[in-house]
């Protein structure tokens, strides 16, 4: 019998739909952190003042906070990712000639990138497989990003080395979560705009990285 | 770090606080509760990476 199903028609729609945002949220996430080791690579060699690296920062926030929503829903959202990511990418360049410039700084550098590499894809992956629904999640890590967030603010002007890495160890623990959260909610219908997870995702991975590479150069012996 | 740049940067994650803050109190009012067995398989992965990056240290270490 070849009798149309509404229920199993729609709901091959919504798997379809799924899988259509998580390709192109993959195929958009590696295309812009391509693009920021590009800029990364330019602000390298252009040695960047750590002034600048701020400001360039905070101009990031901006877009993401101003102008991404606006453009979310059409394809100028592309252009405003890749901005973001640019000047991220870009602000990475004055940290990264301060590690190289160590006697380990190679290794460093390496090691924070490819460990950022295998925590992404293990964590993608688990998300992906499992099909585990972590939006229970948010409430947690809503708090403990503002928790983090309280203790830089304290210890930029405290200056405690220990606080430092705790609150790098945190921003890791929070960001895995993180990835966790996005990814099942891409699967689970509860992102439907790739570009609003693209950025979710990117940042996760930039703060990932940004945090390892803190902890190894501290861990190392030669911060 | 010159007192500027702190304060700038203290702003700013100020500012981050008080934009996050309406949308961690939503989600931690009407958000969906995990049972014990959901936060295990969060504990899993995230036990994972912590273990993973006690083997980075322990790499650049040597």
Redesign the interface.
């Known amino acids: 019998m070849n009798e149309f199903n509404p229920t199993i028609a729609r709901g091959r729609e919504s798997v379809l739909a799924t899988n259509k945002v998580i390709r192109n949220t993959y195929i958009m996430l590696s295309m812009t952190l391509l693009f920021s080791a590009v800029m990364a690579a330019v602000g390298m060699a252009i040695n960047l003042s750590?002034?600048v690296s701020?400001m360039m920062s905070?101009g990031a926030?901006g877009l993401i906070?101003l102008v991404l929503p606006r453009f979310e829903n059409s394809t100028g959202g592309i252009a405003v990712v890749f901005a973001i990511a640019g000047l991220l990418g870009a602000g990475l360049g004055p940290i990264l000639n301060a590690y190289l410039a160590l006697a380990?700084g190679p290794?460093?550098v390496g090691?924070a990138l490819g460990?950022t590499g295998?925590?992404f894809l293990?964590?993608s992956g688990?998300a992906l497989t499992?099909r585990?629904d972590?939006?229970?999640?948010?409430?947690f890590l809503?708090?403990g990003?503002?928790v983090v967030?309280?203790a830089?603010?304290a210890n930029?002007?405290m200056e405690i080395p220990a606080l430092s890495l705790a609150v790098s160890?945190g921003i890791?623990?929070l960001m895995?979560?993180l990835i966790?959260f996005d990814t099942s909610r891409i699967i689970h219908g509860g992102e439907t705009n790739y570009i609003r997870a693209t950025v979710g995702l990117y940042l996760s991975i930039y703060n990932i990285f940004v945090s390892?590479l803190h902890?190894?150069g501290a861990?190392?012996?030669d911060d | 770090m010159e007192f500027w740049l702190k304060v700038v940067i203290a702003l700013m994650l100020a500012m981050m606080l008080w934009r996050l803050w309406p949308a961690a109190k939503h989600m931690l009012e009407h958000g969906p509760k995990g049972t014990s067995k959901d936060w295990m398989g969060v504990a899993l992965p995230i036990g994972a990476v912590v273990l993973f990056i006690v083997f980075l240290v322990m790499m650049v270490r040597n």
């Not at chain 1, 972590?134 to 409430?139: D, E, Q, R, T, V």
């Open positions: 750590p002034g701020m905070i926030i906070w380990n290794q460093l090691t460990g295998v925590i293990g964590l688990y499992t585990k972590f939006s229970f999640m948010g409430g809503f708090v990003i503002l967030f309280g830089m603010i930029l002007f160890a890791i623990m895995s979560g966790l390892l902890i190894l861990m190392s012996g």
